[in-house]
């Protein structure tokens, strides 16, 4: 099984607000209103602050950078906004995606790593999981740091 088709900027003519406006509608079908659940239990998304009309999780799947107001669009990110979902309901059951969990101060986060390349990450709340965010591991020292989390979870687990 292999995850769901691409959605490239060049199948919208290079026009950015037909893109953004074709992601959030997957985001919102796809994800806010999709019912996926993961464990058990229900993956909810960060509605506000709204930017623009649209969920903040909406800005974190698609964006990158580490200043909140200052995030640019990750085109790579925004191809595979229909693998979240796919990942989330796969976990578990996928040979090729990695499953262990974290801590970030007093927050466990499972974090779902697809083939080593495609990560979802996601905040335990009292009965749901939070989508914190989701993107391509391609830098070497990211990769080898998330490697190293995985096989130690692994080795304590």
Known sequence: MTPPALVPFSDHGGDWGAYETELDRIFLADIVHA???FQGDRVGCRKHPETGGRWA??????????????R???????????????V?????????????????????????????AYLVVLARRKDFWLLKTAYCTEQSGRIAQLRRERDRSRQNG
């Open 35 to 37: 019912g996926i659940q």
């Open 57 to 70: 999780a909406f800005w974190h799947l698609i964006q990158e950078g580490k200043i909140e107001d200052d």
């Open 72 to 86: 640019t669009p990750d085109l790579r990110r925004c191809e595979r906004l229909r693998w979240v979902r796919w």
């Open 88 to 116: 989330i309901e796969n976990a578990g059951t996928h040979t090729e995606i990695d499953i262990w969990q974290n801590m970030r101060g007093t927050e466990v986060n499972a974090l779902l790593w697809y083939r080593e």
